[in-house]
T-cell receptor
Framework: AQSVAQPEDQVNVAEGNPLTVKCTYS??????LFWYVQYPNRGLQFLLK??????LVKGSYGFEAEFNKSQTSFHLKKPSALVSDSALYFC???????????FGTGTSLTVIP | KAGVTQTPRYLIKTRGQQVTLSCSPI?????VSWYQQTPGQGLQFLFE???????NKGNFPGRFSGRQFSNSRSEMNVSTLELGDSALYLC??????????????FGPGTRLTVT
């Protein structure tokens, strides 16, 4: 079965500090990996995706994510957090042979001024 | 290019009633997926439609159904509403490429409250 795990429900970080939001996955075959962000009362917004190639993927708003095949992880990172980054973050995976997305349960990020 | 739109944005229904939610995808997108979002459960996949055909289905009871029209617009129906159906229902559209490389674009959601 395909699944995505976000082990932390809540992450707090001080403004200006680096942030990491963790994601691990379990999927057969080669995965396509995605990060989405959700602001209050809004739908999800696409941040970045990994398809193939360079393990470090750069996305919107200064975010990046590192794909690690041996650890089956796809952690979201940002060198310097902003208060406006406070939101709910979702990791998602899709098999390269399928069309269905599998989402994690989300991690609430709070950036403290 | 206009984004994904969902109507209505908010809905209050009573137990036993039925409800229909609507989703208009981004122009050119042929795949529409529906998700149920509840606190602590994350996004639960309901179903995906592509070119008017249901291509994938999640693990929800038969009370949840959907359809897609020739213009790619989609509707989701929930019959015999239960209190546990209260949630944010999200619609997402994508090109629907067979190899799944394309990302999904989400609408703002419909907040359904069942009393």
């Amino acid at each position: 079965a395909q699944s995505v795990a976000q082990p932390e429900d809540q992450v707090n970080v001080a403004e200006g500090n680096p942030l990491t939001v963790k994601c691990t996955y379990s999927v057969s075959g080669n995965p396509y990996l995605f990060w989405y962000v959700q602001y209050p009362n809004r739908g999800l917004q696409f941040l970045l995706k990994y398809i193939t190639g360079d393990n470090l993927v750069k996305g919107s708003y200064g975010f990046e994510a590192e794909f690690n095949k041996s650890q089956t992880s796809f952690h979201l990172k940002k060198p310097s957090a902003l208060v406006s980054d406070s939101a709910l973050y979702f990791c998602a995976v899709r098999r390269n042979t399928g069309n269905q997305f599998y989402f994690g349960t989300g991690t609430s990020l709070t950036v403290i001024p | 290019k206009a984004g994904v739109t969902q109507t209505p944005r908010y809905l209050i229904k009573t137990r036993g009633q039925q409800v229909t939610l609507s989703c208009s995808p981004i122009s050119g997108h042929r795949s529409v997926s529906w998700y149920q979002q509840t606190p602590g459960q994350g996004l639960q996949f309901l179903f995906e439609y592509f070119s008017e055909t249901q291509r994938n289905k999640g693990n929800f009871p038969g009370r949840f159904s959907g359809r897609q029209f020739s213009n790619s617009r989609s509707e989701m129906n929930v019959s015999t509403l239960e209190l546990g159906d209260s949630a944010l229902y999200l619609c997402a559209s994508s090109l629907g490429l067979r190899q799944g490389r394309d990302e999904q674009y989400f609408g703002p959601g419909t907040r359904l409250t069942v009393t």
